[in-house]
């Protein structure tokens, strides 16, 4: 390689991953070093990433990746940078430079069976995709279905014979609502697997969308001998570990649990579980201008971080891969700026008033930083959104179970 091509080639080695990529046209989002989005190349939804702090890209499609913007230039155009001639090619495109004389160039063929092979893979690519999101959505289909079908054989838990879901509630520091929403089952199957390795008494509740219909279910299993929490132990019968008591079916994510009132209310009321925003809705007497709802979790509640707000934890650490104790990194409360509607539960616009309930008995800083994301995610000038804490270390369910 005589010394113009070499000085060609290190001009390209010098072009940083950043700049790489706003010469080849890709997207950057407007904060953070991570970009994930659809391959140039390979097609898809955000299988393709490249990291400006880290000077990295990678394809998750392809299984390909590296440090350096010639390889990313060579990989959305389909060349090989092993050859001489896929190595100068992508130079080229990086550097906006022709290439030298004596350097090895594409043949009109060869560039136009490269580009043909490019083509045939983002075709190929988009029909396995296609296949993948049918069989999802076949299977989220199939779960929602299933979710309905437990939530339509329970029966109104307020006015149902089967007393279990309304003493339930009150040994829970609530009390049944007057309302449809929540319902009971005498005996529903514990699936694990595909054993069923438990049946008893639950209650059932729906997750709804905007559009009122049902795409979930949330069960809760009873044991009213079993305090304090008034449900089953389940144990794995394999490994003895000991299961949660809850489970949801179907679909949850943007969807929320309706317990009381009507969507159309101005004010909302709600938190990550049934029996906190019950709590609370038996404290206020169920005020007849709410609608109190339930997230599920507090994923659902509060929404994904963006990833530059995250911090230290000032007090929590642990060890790294090589041993050494670092603090741990809690995601932060500013919410994602371009995140899905249905990255957390809905809200309508017509709503003016929100309270959020925050979990007194979890992790107080990652939960303050979440419930601070999830008051900002749905936050507007003609919206108050306030957050309602619990003393440290108890929940509202807890503080009215004691004050019963």
């Avoid at 050859?83 to 350097?103: N, V, Y």
């Avoid at 449809?180 to 008494?201: F, K, T």
């Avoid at 009873?222 to 304090?228: E, K």
């Avoid at 230290?312 to 500013?334: F, L, Q």
Wanted: with cysteine; aromatic share 6%; charged share 30%.
């Amino acid at each position: 390689m005589n010394a113009v091509l070499k000085l060609f080639v290190e001009d390209a080695r010098a072009v940083s991953i950043a700049e790489g990529a706003k010469r080849l046209g890709l997207k950057f989002r407007a904060k953070g070093s991570e970009h994930p989005q659809p391959c140039p190349a390979c097609g898809g939804k955000d299988g393709f990433a490249f990291n400006t702090t880290k000077n990295k890209w990678n394809c998750r499609h392809a299984g390909e990746g590296g440090n350096d913007a010639i390889g990313m230039a060579a990989h959305i155009h389909g060349l090989n940078v092993r050859t001489r001639e896929g190595l100068m090619e992508a130079c080229s495109i990086l550097t906006g430079q022709p290439i030298p004389d004596g350097g090895e160039r594409e043949t009109d063929e060869e560039r136009t069976e490269r580009l043909a092979r490019l083509e045939q893979r983002r075709r190929d690519n988009e029909a396995d995709q296609a296949e993948r999101e049918a069989k999802q959505a076949d299977f989220r289909e199939r779960e929602r279905n299933k979710a309905r079908g437990i939530y339509d054989r329970a029966d109104d838990l307020s006015t149902n014979a089967l007393v279990q879901g309304r003493f339930y509630l009150m040994r829970r520091g609530a009390n049944a609502p007057d309302s449809h929403w929540l319902r009971v089952a005498p005996s529903v199957p514990y699936w694990h697997g595909d054993e069923v390795i438990y049946e008893g008494p639950a209650m059932v509740a729906p997750f709804i969308g905007p559009d009122m219909g049902v795409i979930g279910c949330h069960i809760t299993w009873i044991d009213l001998d079993h305090a304090p929490k008034f449900r089953p132990s389940i144990a794995d019968p394999a490994t003895g570990e000991v299961l949660p008591s809850k489970k949801m079916r179907g679909s949850k994510k943007g969807g929320l649990i309706p317990i009381c009132g009507a969507p159309a209310a101005l004010r909302w009321v709600g938190g990550e579980g049934i029996e906190n925003t019950a709590a609370v809705g038996r404290a206020e007497g169920w005020r007849d201008d709410t609608f109190y709802f339930a997230a599920g979790d507090i994923g659902n509640l509060t929404g994904p971080a963006d990833p530059a707000s995250r911090f230290a934890h000032p007090t929590a650490t642990k060890a790294d891969k090589n041993g050494r104790v670092r603090s741990v990194m809690v995601p932060g409360p500013v919410p994602l700026a371009d995140r899905a509607p249905d990255d957390a539960f809905w809200i309508p616009d017509h709503v003016r008033d929100v309270v959020l309930l925050g979990d007194g008995d979890s992790e107080r800083i990652a939960t303050a930083a979440a419930m601070a994301r999830g008051r900002a995610r749905i936050l507007r000038p003609d919206r108050r959104v306030a957050i309602a804490w619990p003393p440290v270390g108890l929940d509202f369910s807890d503080m009215m179970a004691g004050a019963a």
